[in-house]
């Protein structure tokens, strides 16, 4: 199960900190590893090793037919008109919230047989990547020389918002400034973008997530973790015919060269051991601990009735998932012989710096001005952890608000990230989204998040002070929730067009506590940017140009949510004392169900008990191949030489999780349900073989 | 996978070396740990945590339905008419001696519907425990104060020998005197002996060891790992009526306590830290280079052909099932959690010994003494290793004929082992075996067993100079094996009935070159009992009465492959990330057969795939408990409170491997055949009815 939740807000940074920032390059990519951007695919190793060359045309129809979800997953069009395949678990977001209490569609499943049927998704936008420019010169020319580190900073992300803001006037596609190789590189990337998404199909959960979190990043796996979308433009499916992968008639087969297309979404393999040292002893144990406690908050929650878990389900997944693929990256951070390898890597990198008179003198400072900012972050990593309203959507939604109309009143240049010019529109679509709210819940979350500032900061803290005015958390979180009117899209739209006057006047209790909050959020902020963020882009971009300068541009950088190929092969691996194998059965699904007596997570959805005898159970299920991948890969396309949809990637196995810092290439492997598990299914246990023509392109709408 | 293989020669002592003779008990036994015997079963621990509370009835109706399989393994009586229930891969050494180049029921199977069918084996023995005896005084008082350790350990033996004779010419029953406690304890033990042994039903070998090397020793597993033998007296079955093991109706369930009845072959959970690390560092990599070599050789025979193929099946198959035990078992040695563990518990045994001056004095010089011994075996280990005609079933016939006729003319107690008169019969009952030779297989395992004494020891060293006469290993191979004739069993016991004068004046060049031999084995066989064993056996009886003195009797003897119950729940673990489950199902069966495309070793016989529609495929296939086993427990019967079969042990799951040094609760299982399994097939798949009824007692012969 891999899923990079893409973040917008100040309060939501990147996963652990700012350290996931850092983008630097590996120099030395063993075997099949490697998330190559699609203006550098990994040619010379395709060619070497499977001799094959893929032509423009197979990389750029690939591109087209490749889709960014961007609440954090991947996909691809899979027909001719319009039809987006990811995963099931990538479209919870969606299905919970077209679900209510009396239809329960993650549950039960979902299948619109008419376009009719077909039913709207509140907030999704899907991108599809049309143009690739780069734009090194004009973000690192903006830094000028004599620049302290935070002008710098400072300067290069105003001339990168002032690039996007071009390109969106210009083109009308969405335009985003990616930062590759650690600031070694700087590209425009040109997303066509798209807004009405429909929902179209969606297996029962017990099913997508057979095995729950105990299976969840393992292998041998039995999931069916599918759902389809449509894609509309003017309120019509767009005509995808020229740009969409055509389904495989076998699917994937042993050994088989094939690729994976996807966004992988953040990577630490180039970080200096100095801030692994620092995620290990520091900021891990600290995600951690601040996830678990939320998962207890929503267990606590869930247990007071069935419409309660129901609400709570897709969170405590999201977070159980987090907290296993955390458990992982923190065994790999632990793990003596991966910290000898990346320290030996590391001094070695830099032996070769100093060799250089140049290039030490260019370079040579960068690992210890980096370590400066891993020691400022200490000095004030509680309160930059604590003093922050997270987990709890409503909250955030307010937040939004309250520095949308404080933000827009800035040169572009100058703000927080998420309100650039180049991104109101993705982040007003987000933000008015007519998605329920369930307030008991978002009262025990913003409770959680209260009381978490007492616990670590203590009742003296100014911001523990200003946000509870001497009230206990719970209290505070009570009447808040009760009174505000945040819930409401409409609401929400009001106070964005009533603008700063309007919010700062408005007298909705939530409104108001985060308007307390916000100060210390921004002073906070600010801080980071200043002590941590512009010492390790400085650092980190020195190192990038170090390995430029030292191996060439020879390999991939670390990955940013952004379009990557994988390459590899279907292959079992070493597992357990003997050999997981290349892919499972429909036999293998009715295992485990009975070797657990069909008891959740083992337990199946009566169709799969009722229809057994239709299935042909030797029909390939999952399967693995060494391709890298990362979470943000959820939903991507596996494709073969030809090209042709050959499975859906929706998993890592356990020894993938340390994929953070170190590809190993003997156990690494991702997991992808099978294309031909996915038509058995749809023909045999759903009905819908209307839906299974319009993949095979043997029929459609 | 587990199976000890029982040696009887001097050339072929236990696993490593000496070291298996110590056998200590653990003080400290957690979880459910523990091989106790029949006389001192956990009691307390049952009644505790199982509010069971078995009676001597239950007790003595399961030992006398178990059943020690003399080559290696163990059984039980499973119906009225003398049936017997052990595993394919025990009775595997009986299948391909009756097989031949035209009928090869390994690879068939094999099935008896009459009695008048059933199939003789060679040179199988079984024995049941019908009466244990304390005979510890009598041993321990033979070693009269102020005896050097030589004269003590040849005083002890002599009585012990003494003993077996005595018990023998009064009952007639096999008696052997078995070492526990590390010395602490002698007991006599009484068996009902049994040697006309028949085969009844055996499956193919692809099913039995389905998943062959790869899957051995793992689990989940989907072995259908049996074969029943009918045990006849005076030509007939016996009658078993009183003891055998009812069959259960619906056997084993998830989480209900079970036990197991077996003979675990041996551990080293008391051996002291210098011989646990005397064998990592000497003895294992020695033993693993030699098997490999050994596994080389065969291989390079089986290419050959498929008769040579099938000729060296078996043989391969053991020596990989012992190299992938010794690999965990040496991985178990290298893992530093463990050792610190053990060095641990040592210390703190011997800080409480010392602390009581008169414990200090009568036992704590015993660790010192050890080391004596591990100093001693290195000066000589390479002859020691190397100066034997190992590996060759022929060589190993010649060389018991030519010790036999020397040794029956001593006084009893000084004979070498195997040779006492208690142990005569079954020695000539085997070493007359009318089981095929195969010439080309033996002259490449002579070869083998010469050329590395060649190049372990040079060529200058005495035993190889008088073993060779300055030619080729491959040159007096291959003229002995041609000019013999010790593959025929009435020459073999021609010589032996001609007595040493017969031997002496043959002129048969197998013969000769086995005299030639045996004054070097005799040497360094004396030596290792003078320099180490007495040395050994001294210092470890001393701990283990130290043990004694400071714990109680409140534990278990390391195993001696003798019987021993253990007891435990069935329960799955955790493993890979996720759970493994307490049982598999047929499902799984198919799901890792088609998961490797069918390809051996994850073929199935023509019946699994043709009549697979008549099974149940949620049938539950093998299944997992925590009881305590090792090598030697292969056949043991699993069975419920009430005492009935419930399934029939065939493996340990990898983490397993390291209980030769340490049991461990969390991970460690047993794996076994369900009872509902083999009744499945039986009905289904192999149209055996008729046993099936016999089994379940609803019909018989």
């Given at each position: 199960m891999t899923q990079q939740t893409m973040r917008r807000t100040l309060l939501l940074p990147a996963t652990l900190c700012g350290l996931a920032i850092l983008t630097v390059f590996n120099a030395f990519a063993p075997a099949e590893e490697g998330m190559w951007t699609l203006d550098n695919p990994p040619l010379k190793q395709l060619k070497e090793r499977y001799g094959f060359e893929p032509s423009k045309e197979w990389l750029e129809h690939l591109r087209l037919s490749s889709v960014r979800f961007n609440d954090g997953g991947s996909g691809s069009f899979v027909s001719s008109h319009g039809l987006a395949l990811t995963?099931?678990?990538?479209?919870?977001?969606?299905?919970?919230?077209?679900?209510?209490?009396?239809?329960?569609?993650?549950?039960?499943?979902?299948?619109?047989?008419t376009l009719a049927e077909e039913l709207k998704c509140p907030d999704l936008e899907l991108n599809v990547l049309v143009a690739q420019e780069d734009v090194s010169a004009r973000v690192q020319g903006a830094a000028k020389k004599g620049m302290t580190g935070e002008a710098a900073l400072k300067a290069r992300k105003s001339e990168m918002a002032a690039i996007e803001k071009e390109s969106l006037e210009k083109t009308g596609f969405r335009s985003d400034v990616v930062t590759l190789y650690n600031g070694g590189e700087y590209w425009l990337y040109r997303y066509k973008k798209y807004t009405d998404i429909r929902l179209v199909f969606a297996p029962e959960q017990l099913i997508a997530f057979f095995g729950g979190d105990p299976d969840n990043f393992t292998y041998p796996r039995h999931d069916i973790d599918f759902a389809l979308v449509r894609v509309y433009e003017n309120d019509k499916p767009i005509d995808s015919s020229t740009h969409h992968l055509k389904w495989s008639e076998h699917g994937a087969d042993a050994d088989e060269l094939v690729f994976v297309s996807g966004h992988p979404g953040s990577t630490d393999r180039q970080t200096p051991m100095v801030g692994l040292e620092q995620q290990r002893d520091q900021m891990m144990p600290r995600a951690i601990k601040s996830r678990e406690r939320r998962v207890a908050v929503l267990r606590q929650y869930a247990a007071r009735g069935s419409e309660e878990s129901r609400q709570a389900q897709r969170p405590i997944f999201y977070l159980e998932n987090t907290l296993k693929a955390f458990g992982g990256m923190f065994d790999g951070l632990k793990d003596p012989e991966l910290i000898t390898k990346k320290r030996n890597d590391e001094n070695e990198f830099r032996r070769l710096i100093a060799a250089n008179p140049e290039w030490k003198k260019a370079y040579g400072s960068a690992w210890d001005e980096y370590a400066v900012s891993s020691k400022n972050y200490l000095t004030q990593m509680k309160p930059y952890r604590y003093r922050r309203l997270t987990g709890s959507n409503l909250v955030n939604m307010a937040l939004q608000v309250v520095q949308y109309v404080a933000e827009v009143k800035k040169p572009d240049g100058e703000r927080l990230d998420g309100f650039h010019d180049s991104q109101l529109e993705s982040t007003r679509f987000e933000l008015f989204s007519p998605a329920p709210v369930y307030p008991g819940m978002e009262e025990a979350l913003l409770a959680n998040t209260l009381q978490e500032a007492v616990d670590e900061l203590g009742p003296n803290d100014p911001y523990v002070k200003a946000v509870l005015g001497g009230r206990s958390a719970a209290e505070v979180a009570k009447e808040v929730v009760a009174g505000t009117k945040v819930a409401d899209p409409a609401f929400r739209k009001s106070l964005v067009e009533g603008g700063e006057s309007a919010v700062q006047s408005c007298p909705d209790p939530l409104i108001a506590l985060v308007r307390r909050a916000d100060p210390f959020v921004r002073e906070m902020h600010k801080w980071f940017e200043d002590k941590v963020e512009s010492i390790e882009v400085a650092a980190g971009e020195k190192i990038g140009k170090a390995r430029f300068e030292a191996y060439g541009k020879s390999a991939y950088p670390d990955a940013t949510f952004t379009l990557r190929l994988s390459y590899g092969s279907v292959k079992g691996y070493p597992m357990n004392g003997t050999q997981a194998p290349p892919w499972t059965t429909f036999y293998g699904l009715y295992d485990r169900a009975h070797s657990f007596g069909l008891k959740y997570p083992y337990e199946l959805p009566s169709r799969y008990v009722e229809r057994k005898g239709m299935l042909d159970l030797s029909t390939p299920l999952d399967?693995?191949?060494?391709?890298?991948?990362?979470?943000?890969?959820?939903?991507?396309?596996?494709v073969n030489r030809k090209g042709e949809f050959v499975g859906l990637i929706f998993d890592g196995n356990i020894e993938s999780l340390v994929g953070d810092y170190v590809y190993s290439g003997e156990k690494n492997r991702a997991v992808a349900v099978h294309s031909s598990a996915l038509i058995e299914v749809l023909r045999k246990l759903y009905d819908a073989g209307g839906l299974a023509d319009e993949l095979q392109g043997t029929g459609g709408k």
């Open positions: 995963n099931h678990h990538v479209a919870l977001g969606q299905l919970q919230k077209v679900s209510t209490a009396e239809k329960d569609y993650v549950k039960d499943g979902f299948y619109a047989r399967f693995v191949s060494t391709c890298d991948i990362i979470g943000g890969n959820s939903g991507s396309p596996v």
